[in-house]
Each structure stands twice: as C-alpha cells, then as structure tokens.
C-alpha cells in the first residue's frame, strides 16, 4: 500500500514465485503508475523488478485499486501506509499521523472473512500494535481471528533493492504467545526464501517498533555529530573528512553514516525523531525528548550555517546574482525531494533575492516548484544552469558533478541504474568542470554540500571552492 511498500513487495514477489502479491492503494494514479513503464519512484533496479514479475511467464505480481478484495483474498497483509508528522490535533508537528494506517486497519476488520497476519511495515510509535490489536477485535466479523506483527522496514532510498536482498536484519516483532510465534513464523518462511534464517530475529512486538524509531534517531544522531564537529574544523584548520576517516577506523565508531554534509533530508529522519521526542515528553521524560530534539537542531543549523557561509562569501549579498544549485534530491539515486536541505538552502537564498538556476538529474520539475515556489529556474542541464553564474552550489552527491577518479564500485551502481523509460538516461558523463569554469561569471564560487569534489584540481582551473567542515579558502 505505498510507494516503499511498492518496492518490497517486487521483492517479496520475485524470490517467491509461488505466492501472489498485490499491491493495492488508495491512490488510482500510483496505482496506474505501478502497471506501467513509469513507476511512481526512481529507484535503481527496480523497473526491471517490477517488470520481472509483473509481466513475466511466472506473473506473481499484480497491482490493483480494489482494496477490499484484496484484502479478502490475502492469508497476509502488509500495512505500508505513510505515517507523517501530525499537522494538527494533540500531538500537533511532532507525533506520527496514524490517521492513514487506522483507516487501512478498519478497512480490513469491515471486510476480512477469514483468519489474517497483519504485518505492521510503516514505521509507528511504540505500542501502536496494542491500538491496531483494539481495532480488529472489536470491529472485526466475529470468529475471524486477527494476528498483528512489526516488521519495521530498514531500507533506504537510492540502496532499496540492493538493502531488501541482503539487509543487515530482517526484525520480526510478535506478541510470546504460540499464536504469535506461528504468525512471525509464516512471515519468516516470505523472507526465508532469499536469506539466511540467521538473520531472521524475532522479539518482542512493542521492542521492533521501538527498534524502528531507534535506528532512524541513531543514524541521524551520527550525522548531526559529525556536522557539529564540522563547525569546529571550519573554525580552526582541522579537516572533517580527515577527522571521520581516523575515528571510522575504530572499529566500535566505524565509518557508516559518518559523512559531513549540509545536512540530513529524507522523509524519515526528522519526522521519527519528532515522534521519539513526543512519545518521550508524554512519558514525562522532557530530558530524553531535549536530547534527541538537539540531533534535529544541529541539523537545522547546518543548513542554515551553510546557507550563511555562501552569503557571506558573495560580499554578504546574494540579491540579483545568478548562482546554479546543483543536485536537489535529499540524496543520490533517487527523485525523492522530501525533506532535501536543498528546500531550505535555496528557499533562503531565493528569499534573500538570489536567481537560482537548479539541475537535477532524476527530480522532477513540478516537485522543485511544488517545494519551492516557481521563483527558481529549472535547468535540462548543470551547463544551463551554471551559464553566466556566480557561484556554484552542490546539494546532493550525484556521481556526475564528482571530479574525482570513478571506483569500481561507483561503476558497478551505474550499471544497475540503467536507462529508466521516463526519467533521463541516468549512465552520465561526468560534469565537465573546465567547461564550467568557461561559462560561468566570476568570482567562480564552488560552494561543496556533499564534499564530493577534488577542491585542489577545482582551484586550479580557477574557481575558489567552499567545502563543508574544511577552513575557507576565503
Ligand atoms: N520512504 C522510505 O524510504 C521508507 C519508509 N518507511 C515507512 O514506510 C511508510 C510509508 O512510507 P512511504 O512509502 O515513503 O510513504 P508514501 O506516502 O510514499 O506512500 C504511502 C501510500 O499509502 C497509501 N495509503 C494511505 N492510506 C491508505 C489506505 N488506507 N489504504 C491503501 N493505501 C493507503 C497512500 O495513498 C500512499 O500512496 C512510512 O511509515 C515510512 O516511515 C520505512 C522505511 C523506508
Ligand atoms: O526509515 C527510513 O525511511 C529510512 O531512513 C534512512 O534512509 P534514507 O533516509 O532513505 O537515506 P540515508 O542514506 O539514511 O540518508 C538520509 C540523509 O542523510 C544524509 N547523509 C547520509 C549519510 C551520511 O554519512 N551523511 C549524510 O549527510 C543523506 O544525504 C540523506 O540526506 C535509513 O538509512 C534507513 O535505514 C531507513 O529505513
């Protein structure tokens, strides 16, 4: 039932191809979209996926608006439903909305006649199963017996395919009871199909769903710890990058998830970090709820730190200077805007009176206007949108706007990508940065987000380069 839910289910489907998954949602154009050539998402691989099993010989693979039916045929049902920070009513901009998951619940005690798993896979506070067990009981037909499980999903974005077929975990959270343990069992067979049983753990239910907020809140976590050490090493000559790399080599830090940037996006981090500072505050404990709101503040300084930095360099004044964002998804590999530190960079710069020319290889250009406001430039192009600026501004990491050697392995995930009907060819050449500095108006300003470039070799075609939790060369 959902756009992540679209992408475990082809996985799911094509490592069993003796079960039939649908997929069903509410929303008809997703749906029509899932059947066709241009999925709702870029995600690298997936198109293939989907193809595989929805229009191969083995067909398993079916995507449908007819929810109720599904539901009646279903022994399983995955409950993938978006799961937002609350707008508004108690717990307004920091709980998780469970509006959407409620209605799918009712939904299916209205209309199951038999026996039913439900699979809780959207990310949900701690004791939601409790809520969702209510529900069932009380709603549904008499005599149909319902059983809940978590099964957090830990994919990310950009990695889906690749974290789905060999994830670190697959978490199964049952309630100690034999019915619960028979249920976790016939989820575990799904996975069992593809991966080792070992990495199969089951545990206690209200555990896997705090397990859920608790990754998210310790990955972040890293990454804010990381930037606020970036503001250090921009005050006094250390090198972030230096710094990450010598403690990544402790192998109780290691290196994952440790890498500057202008700041996390994504619509997961802040919104499951607002729900551990809710459910946090409302168990009266204000100490634990101001800890991690801080991981979200660091965040938000970053981006503000940064967005500061290129106006201080510009003379203090971006107003009426053309400067090229480069990049705009909240991270590479995928079209996903939700949340991108490029909303809150350029917004700022845009408010501050800049022209804002932005290229982005896969995000689409009715989303940048969706998220920003129509006051900005789209470009089909980084060329076009660099031509005639002052500065250049790189947000997210594509591969392409790196002017560093190509690894294997970058190689091998540009392989996977292929050309995607309905998105650009994302197999791209690399930006051609002499071009840039040829096109571009002085003082040639590179302003690094994602510490991708070779500042030294940038310099030496002439442009002065910023990079995130390194000294101005300013
Ligand atoms: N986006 C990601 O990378 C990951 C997301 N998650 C969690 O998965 C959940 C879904 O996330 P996304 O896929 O990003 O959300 P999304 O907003 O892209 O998709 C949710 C879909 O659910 C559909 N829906 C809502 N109520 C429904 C109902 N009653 N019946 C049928 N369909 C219904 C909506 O129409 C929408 O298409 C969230 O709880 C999120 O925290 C977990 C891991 C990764
Ligand atoms: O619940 C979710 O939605 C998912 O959230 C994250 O996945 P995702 O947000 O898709 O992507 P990440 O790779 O975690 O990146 C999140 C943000 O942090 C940034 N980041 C990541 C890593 C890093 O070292 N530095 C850094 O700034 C990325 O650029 C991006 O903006 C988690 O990594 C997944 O395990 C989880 O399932």
Known sequence: MCIYGGTTCAVIASNNPEVVVTVVDLNAERIKAWSSD??????????HLVKKARDGARRNLFFSKSISSAIIEADLIFMCVNTPTKQTGPGAGQALELDYLEGAIRRIAEVAQNDKIIVEKSTVPCRTAETIREILDTTGRPGVKFSVLSNPEFLAAGTAIA????????????????????????????????????????????????TKLAANALL????????????????????IEE????????????????????GFGGSCFKKD?????????????????????????????????????????????????????????????????????????????????AHVSIYDPCAKTDQIWRDIGTYVTVCESAYEACMNAQAVIILTEWDEFNNRVTTDAQRSSDRLRGPQPGFVNLIRSKLDWPLVA????????????????DAGKLEELGFRVECVGKPSMS
């Open 220 to 239: 972040a976590q890293r990454i804010s710890s990381i930037n606020s050490l970036s503001a250090i090493c921009e005050a006094t000559g250390a090198d």
């Open 273 to 353: 970090i607002l729900s551990l500072c809710y459910i946090s505050e409302f168990l009266g404990l204000a100490e634990v709820s101001a800890y991690w709101k801080s991981v979200i503040d660091i965040n938000e300084y970053q981006k503000d730190k940064f967005t500061s930095r290129i106006v201080s360099c510009l003379g203090n004044t971006v107003t009426k200077k053309k400067l090229a964002v480069l990049g705009f998804t909240f991270k590479k590999d995928t079209d996903d805007t939700r949340e991108s530190a490029a909303i809150s960079v350029v917004s700022r710069l845009v408010a501050e009176g």
């Open 38 to 47: 241009e999925l709702p998402i870029y995600e690298p691989g997936l198109l």
């Open 163 to 210: 974290d789905l077929l060999q994830p670190d975990r697959v978490l199964i959270g049952c309630s100690k009871t034999p019915d619960g343990y028979s249920a976790a069992g016939a989820l575990a067979d799904v996975y069992a199909a593809w991966m080792p049983r070992d990495r199969i753990i089951t545990i206690n239910l209200f555990s896997a769903e705090l």
């Open 438 to 453: 040829d096109i571009m108006c002085p003082p040639k300003y590179v302003f690094d987000g994602r510490n991708v470039v």
């Open 243 to 262: 710094v990450t790399y010598a403690c990544g080599l402790d192998s109780r830090i290691g290196p994952s998830m440790f890498k500057a940037s202008v």
